[in-house]
């Protein structure tokens, strides 16, 4: 099916467009994600090495999308890829997906993180005092004050977006600002004035994981991956950029290496700070660095940037979820509810309440499931993605990126087999969080076909936006 040309405006340059990467990548995961891999790796070099190979993964994949974008300069990135590749019950099925591990779920857990951070002034809100309602293991729910506050949080973000876009755009430009004002400036204070000690990269953790290194490296790089989620985000405007051929991979590369640095170079944080067996299972492992390095009254302060910086987070992903959904909704692409402007408010109320119902729900799963969900289903498509590059090069007239093809196919079967090992070590070591992805899969194929048996009129053709 044709893609019509864009109707957008181009007036987002390289730096826009980097920019916009930037505030995408920098979430959850590099709050959160270096506590967890501390207990399950035990190295300071895994850990170190664990980021730097999640850096070259999301990299390989920011080349090969940088190749699809200015082939398919339209807005929705993996919307218009699969449908294109693989037809339209894949493009329905990536906004349902989005809903679920692209939004809804990473909101959860940067409301849960938030909580946790704030834990450091009100210690009951701590996700380790949460009660279990029901279940064990991989698959239970829980509940306590931590879960309240982070659904008073994505109350608070839905609540705004619903009364209009602008205020929140001013407010998500001075919190993004902010989120990587703090983060450099605690990477530069801690190595100039911050009380560490490099003999920590010499001290190994008693792990906390039965499984092998090989196995349990991939199994974290589900943690990873959702770490680095976001190298993908400048093709969701491929239309609005100028010169998408040159703005497009610049922006991709750019800003991946430049997250990777601040990354790699906060890890270095963490591990100067405090010993692997300190850090081990503390999921506000900032915080934690932070008292360390500066002492218990500095650290408070630099608790609350990190919770201000994923009030950041949470904002956005609040803002941008349902203009992901009503987009595709208008196109026939998704629930056609979805698509449902208010006329007073002139945002997509339906779309907003829908989501933020559906984060507070997922703020009762455990938040290292959480991540392993979000991890193993965005995977998914981003495999399939790069898959679909191998089947648009064999067509004439395709605009090939000479990263990519150097050595080719080096690249992108460089980044499906990490991504395909990722799903086959996931399915057999996280069956039930494996589980829950493919049920989210299957219910949104089953969704799209009811969707087109009960139409009384041929589904329409899908138009880019």
Not at 12 to 39: C, D, K
Not at 174 to 203: C, E, N, R
Not at 231 to 248: D, F, G, I
Not at 433 to 440: H, K, P, R
Request: proline share 5%; aromatic share 14%; with cysteine.
């Amino acid at each position: 099916m044709a893609i019509p040309k864009p109707s957008l405006l181009r007036q987002l340059g390289v730096y826009s467009a980097t920019a916009l990467v930037v505030s995408y990548m920098i979430g959850t995961g590099i709050f959160t994600t270096s506590g967890f891999l501390a207990a399950d790796l035990g190295s300071p070099s895994l850990v170190l090495w664990i980021w730097v190979v999640g850096a070259v993964c999301a990299l390989f994949g920011a080349f090969c999308y940088s190749e699809l974008g200015i082939n398919m300069p339209s807005s929705g990135g993996e919307y218009v890829y699969l449908t294109q590749a693989y037809g339209p019950t894949w493009g329905f099925m990536t906004g349902w997906v989005s809903f679920f591990a692209g939004f809804s779920a990473p909101i959860a857990a940067a409301a849960l993180a938030f909580s946790d951070y704030v834990a450091q002034f009100f210690p009951a809100l701590h996700l380790e005092n949460s009660h279990v309602l029901f279940g064990s293991g991989d698959w239970k729910v829980t509940f306590g004050w931590a879960q309240i506050v982070a659904c008073l949080l994505v109350l608070l973000f839905t609540t705004i977006n619903i009364f209009g876009v602008q205020r929140v755009a001013r407010l998500q430009n001075v919190l993004t600002g902010a989120k990587v004002l703090i983060l450099v400036s605690f990477i530069v204070l801690a190595f100039t004035v911050g009380h560490g000690d490099w003999a920590h990269f010499s001290m190994n953790a008693t792990r906390t994981s039965t499984n092998s290194i090989p196995t349990q490296f991939v199994i974290s790089l589900f943690f990873i991956y959702v770490a680095y989620s976001g190298w993908n985000a400048a093709t969701y405007v491929a239309e609005e950029l100028k010169q998408p051929s040159r703005t497009l991979p610049l922006a991709l590369t750019v800003g991946t290496i430049l997250v990777a640095a601040l990354y790699v170079g906060l890890n270095f944080v963490f591990i100067y700070a405090a010993p692997l067996e300190d850090l081990k299972g503390e999921l506000a492992v900032g915080a934690l660095a932070a008292s360390r390095l500066f002492g218990p009254q500095v650290a408070g302060i630099f608790s609350a940037l990190m919770a201000l910086s994923l009030m950041s987070t949470v904002n956005a992903m609040v803002t941008i979820g349902p203009r992901v959904y009503y987009a595709m909704a208008k196109n026939g692409a998704f629930l056609a509810v979805a698509a449902k402007v208010h006329p007073k408010w002139h945002t997509p109320v339906a779309a907003i309440v829908a989501q933020g119902v559906c984060t507070m729900l997922m703020t009762l799963t455990p938040f290292p499931q959480l991540v392993i969900y979000i991890g193993f289903t965005l995977n998914v498509f981003a495999v399939m993605s790069v898959a679909s590059l191998m089947i648009f090069r064999r067509r004439k007239g395709w605009q090939k990126l000479r990263v990519v093809s150097f050595a080719y196919p080096l690249v992108p079967v460089a980044f499906l087999l990490v991504g395909v090992w990722m799903i086959i070590r996931g399915v057999q070591f996280k069956p039930l969080i494996s589980l829950a992805a493919a049920v989210t899969l299957v219910t949104g194929a089953l969704v799209y076909h009811f969707r087109l048996r009960t139409r009384a009129a041929p589904a329409p053709t899908v138009e880019t936006y």
